[in-house]
Each structure stands twice: as C-alpha cells, then as structure tokens.
C-alpha cells in the first residue's frame, strides 16, 4: 500500500468517526427535542477541528513509518485523484441542488445547513471509496 492509499484509508476513518459522532449527537437531539433555536456552533467547529488534528497527527503517522513514500507519486495515483474527485463531485451537486430545493420550500435554517454538511460529507466518503476501489482494482 503506498502513502495516498494509507492517507485515503485515514481520511476515510477520520471523517466517518468524526461526523459520525457530529450527526449522531447533533441529529439525535433535534428529533427528540426539536429543533434548536440558535444553530450548535461550537460542536460543529470541535468536529472540524477534531476532523484536522485527528488527520494531521495521523499522517505524521503514516510519514514517519514509510518516510520514502511520502513524497512520491505517480500517474496512477494523479488518475485516481481525479476519477474520486469527479464522482465526489457529482453528488455534492445533486446535494447542492436538493438544499437548495429545501431552501425554497421555506424549510428550517437548521435543515438547510446540516443537508449541506451532509451533502459534503456524503460526496467526501464516496470519493474516498471511489479512490480505494481504484487501487485495489487497478484503473
């Protein structure tokens, strides 16, 4: 395994603990006790923190284990990139359009907002796993 796929493999585990555990408790709360007046700031920006240092401690990590392969990348990898990109992007598009389709129907700034984050979340997982078929299958 070369250091992109261990970093996607990382990237993959950080995100779906990480707003996992954001949804979990955010969404958990919202429908048992409705929904908040004033958006959770603060837990949002502990996810998005916790989200960087859980993955910057966790490449620190994987360079220091494999330090000749941190720096190296081929076209393969580059190709890769760009097919997990592409249909990341894809989704993150229908989930645009369908916050937007929240947006008009007078729907709450707490749905709207988490429907995006949502959306971003999904597309980043997705692409992520888009990356690890590709290098287990070979492009």
Not at 67 to 88: C, N, V
Not at 112 to 127: N, R, T
């Given at each position: ?73 081929d076209e393969r ?28 129907t007078d729907a ?32």
């Amino acid at each position: 395994m070369n250091f992109r796929e261990k970093s996607t493999w990382v990237l993959l585990a950080v995100t779906l603990i990480v707003y996992g555990w954001y949804f979990a408790t955010t969404l958990g709360g919202a429908l048992g006790a409705g929904i908040p007046e004033v958006l959770d700031n603060v837990r949002l920006f502990g996810a998005i923190v916790m989200l960087v240092v859980l993955t910057i401690i966790a490449h620190i990590i994987i360079a220091i284990l494999s330090p000749k392969d941190a720096d190296q990348s081929d076209e393969r990898d580059k190709l890769i990139e760009l097919r997990g990109d592409q249909r990341g992007a894809i989704l993150m598009a229908i989930a645009l359009f369908s916050t937007m389709g929240l947006a008009m129907t007078d729907a709450s700034v707490f749905w709207i907002a988490h429907a995006a984050l949502a959306g971003l979340v999904v597309s980043e997982i997705v692409k992520a796993v888009s990356k690890l078929i590709d290098y287990r299958r070979g492009v």
